[in-house]
C-alpha cells in the first residue's frame, strides 16, 4: 500500500482502479448518504464509470491533492475516505477539506483525527493558503468537527436544487474555513 499519510491510528492512500466495490459499500448505507441523498444509494455503475475515474484523474490533475481510502492501522479495515482538493477550477491554494465514513467508524474520533492531519499537511507541505468544509446546517456532528479544527464560520449557502429531497435542507448549509495563518497561530 502506497501511503499518502499516517496519523495514530489511521493510514491514508490514493485509490486504485481495485476500490469500486469500497466506495459501492460505504456509499450503499443509508445512514451514511443521509446528509447527501437522504439516504439512497450511489448507483454502483455510477461510482465504476464516473466516479472512480474522476477521483483517480483528480491525482493526475492536483498531485498532492485528492481522494484518500482511510484504514485502520490496527487490521487494516477500510473505513471510508477523506478529501483534500480544490473545486475542479479552483485555485490550488484553496481546498476543501472532507470525509465519508463508514458507520462503524462513527464516533471514534477519526474523522477529526484525520481531518486535523490534513489541515497539517495541507499547510506544511502542499503550499495551501486556505481549507474550507460545507455540511448541511443541520449536520451538527460535521458542524462539531469543523469547530474542533478551529474553522470559523464564514458563510451561511443555499440548498442546492439537487438536495431539496434530503431532511433539512430547507435550513441551508454552512462553511467554515481556516487560513494558513490562523491555523499557524491556534498551535
Do not use: C
Not at 28 to 45: I, N, W
Not at 58 to 71: I, P, S, V
Not at 84 to 99: D, H
Amino acid at each position: 500500500m502506497d501511503t499518502y499519510l499516517e496519523t495514530e491510528r489511521l493510514t491514508l492512500r490514493r485509490f486504485t482502479a481495485d476500490d469500486a466495490d469500497l466506495l459501492i459499500e460505504l456509499d450503499s448505507d443509508p445512514a451514511v448518504m443521509r446528509y447527501l441523498t437522504g439516504g439512497s444509494p450511489t448507483p454502483p455503475e455510477i461510482v465504476r464509470e464516473r466516479h472512480l475515474p474522476n477521483i483517480l484523474a483528480g491525482y493526475e490533475k492536483w498531485g498532492g491533492l485528492g481522494l484518500f481510502a482511510a484504514h485502520e492501522k490496527d487490521g487494516g479495515a477500510f473505513i471510508g475516505w477523506y478529501i483534500l482538493r480544490p473545486e475542479p477550477e479552483g485555485p490550488l491554494g484553496e481546498v476543501e477539506l472532507g470525509y465519508r465514513l463508514r458507520r462503524a467508524a462513527w464516533g471514534k474520533g477519526y474523522a477529526t483525527e484525520g481531518s486535523r492531519a490534513l489541515l497539517a499537511k495541507a499547510f506544511t507541505e502542499l503550499g495551501v493558503r486556505m481549507v474550507w468544509a460545507e455540511t448541511m446546517s443541520v449536520n451538527r456532528g460535521s458542524r462539531n468537527i469543523m469547530e474542533k479544527l478551529d474553522m470559523s464560520l464564514a458563510d451561511t449557502i443555499p440548498t442546492p436544487s439537487d438536495m431539496e429531497m434530503v431532511e433539512g435542507s430547507e435550513h441551508g448549509g454552512v462553511r467554515y474555513e481556516i487560513t494558513k495563518e490562523q491555523w499557524e497561530r491556534q498551535r
